[in-house]
């Protein structure tokens, strides 16, 4: 009987590949690919796979973070193989605690090793839960956030200091991302929501502090009481950004400064 199973990676290219080298196994059916975590989180709901092959290095939200988040949500989770190009604290963690993984560029012989191995886990089904809860909490503790962010900006894909940015917006699907300072610079991320794009920041550096906005709290110069009891926040940015802040986080502004 054929394992059902999701592909999720940022990449086409790899994705293509794994796709063909399990279809050669003759033991997986892929029912659907996925680019990025987010798309991860939805397919896995949809489809409820056998088996997912998840990338551990994508954009926004990582392979690591798609586990926590539906761990945090009870969903049942499949049995999970990661895929990584590097990070060998990782794989080391993998040997102990995951299902399986696998290298990058895919070996033929290692992706049907894979396969068995999950084949061999599906029974008891809490098994492969716990080891994962374990592997998440363990990569928790070791795993640093990453300390810059990708940029697009003038045809240059440019990385920025977490620390320097100052607030990204989202307009049309489109997320711009300003850093500080007179020399501040103005680009695009490869997040498609903001929600992504905090999953892959420092959560005591950064604040939701509109639906549409994501600011820096050590970036915010001054707090500028607006109409009806709101806020603007200024930004410390070359234009001195006026940030709005919603009404559900007016709470959460005045916690933070003791307004």
Same mark, same amino acid.
């Given at each position: 009987?054929?394992?059902?199973?999701?592909?999720?990676?940022?990449?086409?290219?790899?994705?293509?590949?794994?796709?063909?080298?399990? *279809?050669?196994?003759?033991?997986?059916?892929?029912?659907?690919?996925?680019?990025?975590?987010?798309?991860? $989180?939805?397919?896995?709901?949809? %489809?409820?796979?056998?088996?997912?092959?998840?990338?551990?290095?994508? !954009?926004?939200?990582?392979?690591?973070?798609? $586990?926590?988040?539906?761990?945090? *949500?009870?969903? #049942?989770?499949?049995?999970?193989?990661?895929?990584?190009?590097?990070?060998?604290?990782?794989?080391?963690?993998?040997?102990?605690?995951?299902?399986?993984?696998?290298? *990058? !560029?895919?070996? *033929?012989?290692?992706?049907?090793?894979?396969?068995?191995?999950?084949?061999?886990?599906?029974?008891?089904?809490?098994? =492969?839960?716990?080891?994962?809860?374990?592997? #998440?909490?363990?990569?928790?503790?070791?795993?640093?956030?990453?300390?810059?962010?990708?940029?697009?900006?003038?045809?240059?894909?440019?990385?920025?200091?977490?620390?320097?940015?100052?607030?990204?917006?989202?307009?049309?699907?489109?997320? @711009? #991302?300003?850093?500080? &300072?007179?020399? &501040?610079?103005?680009?695009?991320?490869?997040?498609? @929501?903001?929600?992504?794009?905090?999953?892959?920041?420092?959560?005591?550096?950064?604040?939701?502090? %509109?639906? =549409?906005?994501?600011?820096?709290?050590?970036?915010?110069?001054? #707090?500028?009481?607006?109409?009806? =009891? =709101?806020?603007?926040?200024?930004?410390?940015?070359?234009? %001195?950004?006026?940030?709005?802040?919603?009404?559900?986080? @007016?709470?959460?502004?005045?916690?933070?400064?003791?307004?």
């Amino acid at each position: 009987m054929q394992l059902s199973a999701l592909i999720v990676d940022d990449e086409q290219l790899a994705r293509d590949e794994l796709a063909y080298l399990l *279809k050669d196994t003759g033991e997986v059916n892929v029912v659907a690919q996925g680019k990025n975590g987010l798309d991860a $989180i939805n397919l896995i709901k949809e %489809h409820t796979p056998d088996l997912v092959f998840l990338d551990v290095q994508m !954009p926004g939200l990582d392979g690591f973070g798609v $586990i926590k988040k539906l761990l945090d *949500k009870k969903v #049942v989770l499949p049995k999970v193989v990661f895929a990584t190009a590097f990070d060998q604290y990782a794989v080391k963690a993998f040997e102990v605690n995951a299902v399986d993984y696998l290298l *990058k !560029p895919f070996d *033929k012989k290692r992706v049907a090793q894979a396969v068995q191995r999950a084949r061999e886990q599906m029974s008891p089904a809490n098994v =492969s839960q716990d080891r994962l809860e374990t592997l #998440v909490r363990m990569l928790e503790t070791q795993k640093q956030q990453p300390s810059k962010l990708l940029i697009k900006a003038a045809g240059r894909m440019l990385l920025a200091d977490q620390k320097d940015i100052c607030y990204a917006s989202i307009e049309d699907g489109v997320i @711009t #991302v300003v850093t500080a &300072g007179a020399a &501040g610079l103005e680009g695009h991320s490869n997040c498609r @929501t903001l929600e992504e794009l905090l999953d892959s920041l420092d959560s005591k550096l950064f604040w939701r502090a %509109h639906r =549409s906005y994501l600011v820096n709290i050590n970036r915010i110069k001054e #707090v500028v009481p607006w109409f009806k =009891s =709101s806020y603007q926040l200024r930004m410390d940015d070359k234009k %001195h950004s006026e940030i709005p802040v919603s009404r559900a986080q @007016t709470k959460r502004l005045r916690e933070l400064f003791g307004l």
